[in-house]
């Protein structure tokens, strides 16, 4: 099983989240992660998402998503041709004992540190899902009180054409 990033341009239309993220239910196919933002021109977003499965199931979930009215374009991007980045936001309960070597660790991964109070640090860290991963790893042995991470968003290099798309 492999982790495939695909990136949809579709018309900016009400319900058009629905309807992809319904393609995938009712297939069986689980989104791990998924972004949606507008994109430059107000009239089209961008989804990004990200499925696990073998190229099988990546090559229905391409021919699913070209049957939407509302698609423009479908990138499948190779992580490798493609930059990723997540935004990772928590908020772990503190004491004086510990301020320090939150700060340090936040360091590290450079981190920001967005609000402090007496009882609790909120983080800010952006980047791929590995750094994130490794980042939260290293917070295990903390009492994280809130937590809310992203998903993955991503813009495919110019040295690479797409392995599947669509225009229409």
Known sequence: MKRYI???IVKNNPGVLARVSSLFGRRGY???SLTVSETHNPGTSNITLTVTGDERILEQIIKQLNKLIEAISIKHLADNYALTRELLLIKVKIDSAIRTELREISDIYQASIVDLSPESMMIELTGTTKKI?????NLRNYTILEMCRTGVTALERDSV???TEKIN
């Open 30 to 32: 689980n989104i791990d």
């Open 6 to 8: 695909l990136s949809i």
């Open 133 to 137: 991963d490794a980042f939260l790893q």
């Open 161 to 163: 054409k797409p392995v």
